[in-house]
């Protein structure tokens, strides 16, 4: 079963906009990370942030984590169209031991229109 | 290339057959996973290992799906008697174990096996 849960499902923006993904999960987490999956090709990993960050930032990604709402945002700032990709979050259950797998959402589709 | 490789990149099997897919985890990464991802979806965790160790398989699908990882290095995925609904992407993932100071679970995808069943 999939924890998280992206929103928007689809975004379609003008190249040098900013596009912003929301993400909400369930359970306690160890950290969360977002992942990019171009059309037709294996995931990247963006970034992590872990549970006691608030904040992350990484070139023009912005990461927000609230864990007493259980959501997370990324912001892409100056979008271009190589941006055009699906984001997902992924979390890890903040179990004792061993490394569980992650649990993804749905994703967001994000078309950057040049 | 020092990232996750799979083996192949597409499969086209007929109902019934086994197939069998593999990954190659980065060189110094111990830990492996397997996901599945369905169009539209995010991809869906099945297994992992630890070295050699199969640390968690409750979540394949059926008894139909076994992993193995037996010289702790690269690893098989096989899927036995397909359905056509077991088409999807198959994507290994490999990672450091935990390292006090470092994140936990900071994974790397190869590029998936995407099987088609007719």
Partial sequence: SQQGEEDPQALSIQEGENATMNCSYKTSINNLQWYRQNSGRGLVHLILIRSNEREKHSGRLRVTLDTSKKSSSLLITASRAADTASYFCATVANSGGGADGLTFGKGTHLIIQP | DTGVSQDPRHKITKRGQNVTF??????????????????????????????????????????????????????????QRTEQGDSAMYLCASSLAQVVGLAKNEQFFGPGTRLTVL
């Fill in chain 2, 22 to 79: 593999r990954c190659d985890p980065i060189s110094e990464h111990n830990r492996l996973y397997w996901y599945r991802q369905t169009l539209g979806q995010g991809p869906e965790f099945l297994t992992y290992f630890q070295n050699e160790a199969q640390l968690e398989k409750s979540r394949l699908l059926s008894d139909r799906f076994s992993a193995e990882r037996p010289k702790g290095s690269f690893s098989t995925l096989e899927i």
